[in-house]
């Protein structure tokens, strides 16, 4: 029946940079359709923890500074001595930095980049060859933005961060789909999170984005929580290289 293959019952789930935000909302959401949920955190997770014990399934809290590649060997090491196979990767850990464009300074745009795209894109190699090696279908679910395909104002590495997933997203894809690895991408809109809180608190920003989006409020972490199962279910396993927008119509403007 077509609703069993939404369901995620054995599978297991890395979603980097969960323990707040879009991030914890998708590993929610990936556990309540039966995942076990690696959840690697820099920082302490202990709500997402709580969520999680509520839910019920195995899960598994693991930590990484995911601003280098150092930590990448390890941290696939110890996932699979925790959960024995990894599944399903979902690349969300992301920061953004905001300056001006003509003073942007190198520093912020290498944070940026080793975070949001370099490890995304290296944490994706290392987990594709451990589905290659199981020879097993494997999903990877990036976290775009819509600044992957538009220019955005003083994010200049989110901007080229969040452009480079996307285009990775499809690289992939094209390498991986023959191993039956889906790549795929989500694109959230404006969500109401840590990350857009400078923007959500200035009130010119935060009115004139509002008005832009047809749905008429800024996203929540649950809403993507039917777009990340989908993606990392057997319901898309025709799937590959999409990046999915989920943003209350912005793009559509
Ligand atoms: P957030 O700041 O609440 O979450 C970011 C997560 O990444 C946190 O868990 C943080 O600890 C983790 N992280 C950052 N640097 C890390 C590091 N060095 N090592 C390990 N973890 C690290 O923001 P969010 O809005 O939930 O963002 C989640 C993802 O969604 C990011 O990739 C972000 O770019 C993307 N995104 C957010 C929005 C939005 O409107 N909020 C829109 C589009 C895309």
């Known amino acids: 029946m077509i609703l069993d293959n939404f369901k995620l019952n054995g599978k297991v789930a890395m979603v980097t940079g969960c323990n707040t935000g879009l991030g914890q909302g998708m590993a929610l959401g990936l556990a309540e359709a039966g995942a076990t949920i690696v959840a690697v955190n820099r920082d302490n997770a202990e709500d997402t923890e709580k ?17 280098s590649i150092d930590v990448i060997p390890n941290l696939v090491q110890e996932a699979l001595a925790s959960a024995s196979k990894i599944d399903i990767l979902v690349n969300n850990a992301g920061i953004i930095r905001r300056d001006d464009s003509l003073v942007f300074s190198e520093k912020d745009w290498d944070d940026v980049m080793n975070v949001n795209s370099k490890v995304l894109f290296f ?17 990877i679910i990036n976290i775009c933005s819509m600044l992957s395909f538009q220019g955005g104002i003083r994010v200049p590495s989110y901007t080229a961060s969040k452009s480079a997933a996307a285009g990775l997203t499809r690289l992939m894809a094209n390498e991986w789909a023959q191993y039956n690895i889906n790549v795929n991408a989500i694109a959230p809109g404006y969500m109401d999170t840590d990350n857009t809180a400078p923007i959500m608190a200035d009130p010119e920003r935060a009115k004139a984005i509002l008005s832009r989006i047809p749905a008429g409020s800024w996203g929540l972490a649950s809403d993507l929580q039917g777009p990340i199962v989908f ?19 912005w793009l559509a403007r």
């Open 51 to 67: 969520k999680l014990k509520e839910i019920g399934n195995p899960y598994f809290m693991l930590k990484a500074d995911l601003s």
């Open 123 to 139: 944490l994706s190699q290392a987990v594709a060859n451990h589905y290659i090696a199981r020879k097993v279908r494997g999903k």
């Open 231 to 249: 993606l990392a279910s057997d319901a898309s396993n025709y799937l590959h290289g999409a990046i999915i927008p989920v943003d209350g119509g």
